[in-house]
C-alpha cells in the first residue's frame, strides 16, 4: 500500500473547520484546525491535534486553555488565511480583520460569526506521531443555531492538510 494511497482514503474522514485561539500574558494567536473532535460526555471533552511547529502550540502549553471556534460554512476563507498565514511574521488578529467577542471563564477571544464558540481547559497532552493531541474540558458553549458547519473539503486539505 503506497502513502499517497493511505493519504487519500484518510481524506475520507469527515472533519469540521475550526478555529483554534491561545492567549498567554504577552501572545495571542489563531489558527485553523480540522482533526478536532469530541471525546467524552461526561466530562464534556475535547481533543484537537496540534503540530509541535505552530505558534500556537506553546501557547496552549503555558495558557492550559483555549477556544475552539466550529467555523460556519460562509467562513472559508478566514480558515484559509488562519491556515496558510503564520504568526511567526504578521498577527494573524490584524492582518486577517478576524472579529473577536469576549470570553467568560478563559483567556482569548470569541471568533464571531462562528456556529460554535468553546471555551476549554487542558486536561492532557498526549503526543501523536508528528502532532500533539490536547484533550480539553469544554467549560462553555455558545453557539447559532442558525448556521451551518465548515467541513473540511479536499480542496481545502490539498491546500495544507
Ligand atoms: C483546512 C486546514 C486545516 C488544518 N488543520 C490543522 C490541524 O488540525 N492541526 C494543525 O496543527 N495544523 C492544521 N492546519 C495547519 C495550520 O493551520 C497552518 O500551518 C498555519 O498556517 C500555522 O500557522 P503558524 O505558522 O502561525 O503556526 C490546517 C490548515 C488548514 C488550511
Known amino acids: ?16 473547520v475550526g478555529l483554534v485561539v491561545a492567549k498567554t500574558d504577552d501572545k495571542k494567536d489563531v489558527t ?51 491556515g496558510t498565514k503564520t504568526a511567526y511574521h504578521i498577527d494573524k488578529f490584524d492582518d486577517v480583520g478576524i472579529e473577536t467577542q469576549e ?7 470569541h471568533i464571531k460569526g462562528a456556529i460554535a464558540n468553546l471555551e476549554c481547559r487542558v486536561k ?10 490536547f484533550v480539553a474540558e469544554v467549560l462553555a458553549a455558545n453557539y447559532d443555531e442558525s448556521k451551518r458547519p465548515l467541513i473540511m473539503t479536499n480542496k481545502m486539505g490539498t491546500i495544507c492538510y
Not at 59 to 81: H, N, R, T
Not at 103 to 109: E, H, N, P, S, Y
Open 124 to 133: 492532557d497532552a498526549v503526543v501523536a506521531g508528528d502532532h500533539t493531541l
Open 32 to 82: 485553523t484546525v480540522a482533526w478536532i473532535s469530541k471525546v467524552s460526555n461526561d466530562p464534556p471533552l475535547i481533543v484537537v491535534s496540534i503540530a509541535p511547529e505552530r505558534y500556537i502550540h506553546p501557547l496552549i502549553e503555558e495558557a492550559g486553555e483555549f477556544v475552539l471556534a466550529l467555523l460556519s460554512e460562509e467562513q472559508e476563507a478566514l480558515a484559509l488565511s488562519c
Open 1 to 16: 500500500m503506497n502513502d499517497e494511497q493511505i493519504k487519500k482514503g484518510l481524506r475520507k474522514i469527515v472533519n469540521p
Open 103 to 109: 470570553t467568560q471563564f478563559v483567556k482569548g477571544f
